[in-house]
């Protein structure tokens, strides 16, 4: 079309066509933006809210944790003093017998409760694998309260019951829960994120 053939008497006909989101752009100027894909992070937000939100996941994945650590305590104590001195005295006489049983029970409940609540979605396809990084975590958190144990003995020089206890139940526990918290997060759940 050349100008002679243009319709006359309109100024807005003149004028190419504005795009359909300029109106919408004047009103908000955020509408005009691409907006993400869902399920992706919006790479423009604010760093404190993506700090805040790590925080809180991380809080509650320790909580979490902490709760099925606390339960799966309370498995291992009650099975081993039922074993021991239980109506039935199954193990009476045997500690180890009734230790390594109490321990491995609590273990398995421990993997079964962390897998199906504190790291769900997160879990691998192949829970063999996982069972058995799972089971050598528990051994190293057991290696590192014995070794407190013997740190305590043989480079400390002490022996007595309460020195005992701080250094299996307080110093032990601590270095082996948060070796075990980073050890599942890190290595042991480490499967895909499912909806």
Do not use: K
Not at 107 to 112: D, G, K
Not at 137 to 160: E, V
């Amino acid at each position: 079309m050349n100008d002679e053939q243009r319709p006359r008497g309109s100024a807005a006909a003149l004028e190419p066509a504005a795009p359909a989101l300029e109106s919408v752009a004047l009103a908000d100027p955020l509408a005009s933006r691409p907006q993400p894909a869902p399920g992706h992070v919006n790479e423009g937000a604010a760093p404190a809210s993506s700090i805040a939100q790590r925080a809180l996941a991380w809080t509650r994945e320790f909580i979490q944790f902490g709760l099925v650590g606390a339960t799966a305590f309370i498995v291992d104590m009650g099975l081993f003093n039922l074993l021991q001195h239980g109506p039935l005295g199954v193990l009476a006489g045997h500690p180890n017998a009734a230790q390594f049983i109490a321990a491995a029970t609590a273990t398995l409940y421990s993997w079964i409760a962390n897998r199906l609540w504190t790291y769900r979605g997160r879990t691998q396809d192949n829970a063999t694998r996982e069972a058995i990084l799972f089971f050598v975590a528990n051994i190293c958190g057991i290696a590192i309260s014995q070794f407190c144990l013997l740190f305590t003995h043989d480079i400390l020089g002490l022996t007595s019951a309460l020195a005992d206890n701080i250094a299996v139940y307080v110093v032990g526990f601590v270095l082996g829960t948060a070796f075990r918290f980073f050890f599942y997060h890190y290595v042991v759940f480490t499967g895909r994120t499912r909806a």
